[in-house]
């Protein structure tokens, strides 16, 4: 859909610096969540609140067809509830245990870049060559300094990103599989399929890893915010954003989402902000913008004819 005036861009900017707030923030809820409660925890309040959340909304926009989208999308639901949910859910929460929710957030970045890694195998109308293939490098050269550059930080932190930066990438091999699936005119109910599907994959986890006494308010409001904002109000935004202006001018928030995060980390966590989050997050976020075309190198116009 084509930008049209002041006004298109008024809209878009009016939901792209909401959702990158929100999203920002979730690194936050996370990090805070995950003092008193395990990961799997965590993640199943998530997914379970956003699951109950999603279903009326969908009962109430759809009515009874609501049945048979919610037949239709079963089996893309049931791998997205695994693949984009259950699985990177939990590793970026087991992640954060380890690392400050900056990193996290900048780790998670990455996600464009794996996009365009896993396109070269399995979508090749768009295996990138020329300068996109050098962003596919100037990301992952990002990944590995966000992921080295502190040698002091130990081997867990070292493993904590490497965990982010796999939720990142189960992220993008979901991106790339519902591509020629995806139900633009069932997407609630496809989200909320997936997440009550996570919210069953994670369930057994969860039991074994349940607290033993109950959490503060600090890490049950955080849950409570990770699935109503983070969840449900994240990916309706998006996905009104998908809708009205595509997917590229979309993916920008995964421009400001980690420069929300880190904010939010330095100025609420009082987490430190260290040289190797700065050039990982140039070189990844640079990695994007050329591997995914968003950024191209200006050509010089051709010389008038005399």
Same mark, same amino acid.
């Given at each position: 859909?084509?930008?049209?005036?002041?006004?298109?861009?008024?809209?878009?900017?009016?939901?792209?610096?909401?959702?990158?707030?929100?999203?920002?923030?979730?690194?936050?809820?996370?990090?805070?969540?995950?003092?008193?409660?395990?990961?799997?925890?965590?993640?199943?309040?998530?997914?379970?609140? =956003?699951?109950?959340?999603?279903?009326?909304?969908?009962?109430?926009?759809?009515? /009874?067809?609501?049945?048979?989208?919610? /037949?239709?999308?079963?089996?893309?639901?049931?791998?997205?509830?695994?693949?984009?949910?259950?699985?990177?859910?939990?590793?970026?929460?087991?992640?954060?245990t380890h690392i400050d929710?900056?990193?996290?957030?900048?780790?998670?970045? =990455?996600?464009?870049?794996?996009v365009a890694v896993f396109?070269?195998?399995?979508?090749?109308?768009? /295996?990138?060559?020329?300068?996109?293939?050098?962003?596919?490098?100037?990301?992952?050269?990002?990944?590995?300094?966000?992921?080295?550059?502190?040698? =002091?930080?130990?081997?867990?932190?070292?493993?904590?990103?490497?965990?982010?930066?796999?939720? =990142?990438?189960?992220?993008?091999?979901?991106?790339?599989?519902?591509?020629?699936?995806?139900?633009?005119?069932?997407?609630?109910?496809?989200?909320?399929?997936?997440?009550?599907?996570?919210?069953?994959?994670?369930?057994?986890?969860?039991?074994?890893?349940?607290?033993?006494?109950?959490?503060?308010?600090?890490?049950?409001?955080?849950?409570?915010?990770?699935?109503?904002?983070?969840?449900?109000?994240?990916?309706?935004?998006?996905?009104?954003?998908?809708?009205?202006?595509?997917?590229?001018?979309?993916?920008?928030?995964?421009?400001?989402?980690?420069?929300?995060?880190?904010?939010?980390?330095?100025?609420?966590?009082?987490?430190?902000?260290?040289?190797?989050?700065?050039?990982?997050?140039?070189?990844?976020?640079?990695?994007?913008?050329?591997?995914?075309?968003?950024?191209?190198?200006?050509?010089?116009?051709?010389?008038?004819?005399?």
């Amino acid at each position: 859909m084509r930008w049209v005036g002041e006004k298109g861009a008024r809209g878009y900017l009016a939901l792209l610096c909401p959702l990158a707030a929100i999203w920002g923030a979730s690194f936050l809820f996370i990090k805070v969540a995950v003092r008193d409660l395990d990961p799997s925890v965590v993640m199943e309040g998530r997914l379970a609140i =956003s699951g109950l959340t999603l279903l009326p909304i969908l009962f109430v926009q759809r009515g /009874r067809a609501a049945f048979a989208d919610l /037949r239709s999308v079963a089996w893309p639901g049931f791998v997205l509830g695994i693949v984009n949910s259950a699985i990177p859910f939990t590793l970026i929460a087991w992640g954060e245990t380890h690392i400050d929710s900056g990193v996290a957030a900048i780790a998670n970045a =990455s996600t464009p870049i794996w996009v365009a890694v896993f396109a070269i195998p399995f979508l090749p109308s768009e /295996r990138p060559t020329g300068i996109k293939l050098a962003g596919i490098v100037l990301g992952l050269l990002g990944v590995a300094v966000l992921a080295g550059g502190e040698p =002091s930080a130990g081997t867990w932190a070292v493993l904590g990103t490497l965990a982010v930066v796999l939720a =990142s990438a189960c992220y993008a091999a979901s991106n790339i599989w519902i591509q020629p699936r995806f139900p633009k005119d069932r997407v609630v109910a496809l989200v909320a399929v997936s997440m009550v599907v996570g919210a069953l994959v994670v369930l057994p986890l969860a039991v074994i890893q349940r607290p033993e006494s109950s959490p503060g308010w600090k890490a049950i409001g955080s849950v409570l915010a990770l699935a109503l904002l983070g969840t449900c109000v994240g990916l309706l935004i998006y996905y009104r954003m998908l809708e009205r202006y595509g997917s590229a001018r979309a993916s920008l928030v995964t421009y400001l989402a980690p420069v929300a995060a880190l904010g939010y980390g330095i100025g609420l966590l009082d987490e430190p902000l260290r040289a190797a989050e700065v050039v990982g997050l140039f070189l990844i976020l640079g990695g994007v913008g050329l591997g995914s075309g968003l950024m191209r190198p200006m050509r010089r116009a051709p010389a008038p004819a005399a």
